[in-house]
């Protein structure tokens, strides 16, 4: 490939009501309800409710990720200054809100883990095939792997209109 | 010339020679120290709490020789270091998703075993790890200085 190839973004142009901001943090918003609700019934031992709940989560995360044209994950190639500029602020803030929310939970285990007997191997998961378990922990994995686009979905301004740049 | 103003050129004149250096030596103290917890070496007693304490020594060091750029806010640089600053998070965060997955699918099921009197330390030496990862892609990535005109 040479550098004077055009190289786009395969992702096509969102439809007209994902440009709207305050339609992307609605869906953000919705989509990360269905994801806290899937970690609490996984919790709460109901995995016939949370696998569900995790579902429609995701499929709202992969309208986001059409909605951002996959931003978060694009390269250089195919980004101006602004979208990396966008997508590597996004990175910055998900690295923290993921290094707390991991922090909590491996410190919280060994917290809660720190009277069992030192010979006993530490668990982060129990019962790791069970449906429960491994509901929660693709939740967490779609927090993080999700997160830095629902950030750019939630900061992304509305897109310009097609109709002025004609003009 | 004061000391402040040395380390401030001390910081500034950073080869990327030395920040590899330092950044394979806070790969290496690392390594060993998780190394050293997680075995079950009768030395371990005496070693872990060395190697805790030179990959602090090593983070500390990388910290300074990327002039602690992770850690400062937008009013503080330009946009080329903000630019270098957020692309380091970039990276960073793929890391620490890559070894946390990687993390949960090896030791999920099985669990690890830590000695009760090193558990602090290791926790410590995580949190620190990941709070320093930002400036070891900035020690890889950063590239040689470009020497000051006024000198």
């Given at each position: 490939m040479t550098i004077d190839q055009d190289i786009k973004n395969p992702f096509p142009t969102p439809i007209k009501?994902?440009?709207?901001?305050?339609?992307?943090?609605?869906?953000?918003?919705?989509?990360?309800?269905f994801l806290?609700?899937?970690?609490?019934?996984?919790?709460?031992?109901?995995?016939?409710?949370?696998?569900?709940?995790?579902i429609v989560?995701?499929?709202?995360?992969?309208?986001?990720?059409?909605?951002?044209?996959?931003?978060?994950?694009?390269?250089?190639?195919?980004?101006?200054?602004?979208?990396?500029a966008l997508r590597d602020h996004a990175h910055r803030i998900a690295y923290w809100i993921?290094?707390?929310?991991?922090?909590?939970?491996?410190?919280?285990?060994?917290?809660?883990?720190?009277?069992?007997?030192?010979?006993?191997p530490v668990m982060l998961v129990k019962d790791f095939f069970?449906?429960?378990?491994?509901?929660?922990?693709?939740?967490?994995?779609?927090i993080f792997l999700g997160l830095p686009t629902s950030?750019?979905?939630?900061l992304e301004p509305d897109a310009l209109d097609d109709t002025i740049l004609e003009n | 010339m004061n000391s402040s103003h040395r380390l401030n050129k001390w910081r500034t004149t950073q080869k990327r020679s030395v920040r590899l250096v330092l950044l394979v030596f806070y790969i290496i103290m690392y390594a060993i120290h998780w190394a050293v917890t997680l075995s079950n070496i009768d030395t371990q007693i005496v070693f872990a709490p060395i190697a805790f304490a030179l990959a602090m020594l090593s983070s500390f060091l990388l910290s300074l020789s990327v002039t602690r750029?992770?850690?400062?806010?937008?009013?503080?640089?330009?946009?080329?270091?903000?630019?270098?600053?957020?692309?380091?998070?970039?990276?960073?965060?793929?890391?620490?998703?890559?070894?946390?997955?990687?993390?949960?699918?090896?030791?999920?099921?099985?669990?690890?075993?830590i000695p009760d009197q090193h558990r602090n330390t290791f926790i410590s030496s995580l949190f620190i790890w990941a709070a320093t990862l930002p400036a070891a892609v900035i020690a890889w990535l950063e590239p040689e200085p470009i020497p000051d005109l006024e000198s």
């Open positions: 009501p994902l440009r709207v901001r305050r339609n992307r943090r609605v869906l953000t918003a919705i989509s990360s309800v806290i609700a899937a970690i609490v019934l996984a919790f709460a031992k109901l995995g016939y409710l949370a696998l569900p709940a995790l989560s995701a499929v709202l995360g992969i309208v986001l990720q059409f909605a951002t044209r996959n931003l978060s994950n694009s390269t250089n190639l195919i980004t101006d200054e602004r979208e990396r993921m290094a707390g929310v991991l922090g909590g939970i491996v410190g919280g285990t060994f917290g809660f883990l720190i009277k069992q007997d030192p010979s006993e069970k449906l429960e378990t491994q509901v929660f922990i693709f939740s967490i994995a779609a950030l750019i979905a939630w | 750029l992770p850690d400062k806010s937008d009013r503080q640089l330009d946009e080329r270091q903000k630019s270098v600053r957020d692309g380091a998070y970039r990276i960073a965060f793929q890391i620490l998703i890559f070894t946390a997955l990687l993390v949960t699918l090896v030791v999920g099921n099985t669990g690890i075993s």
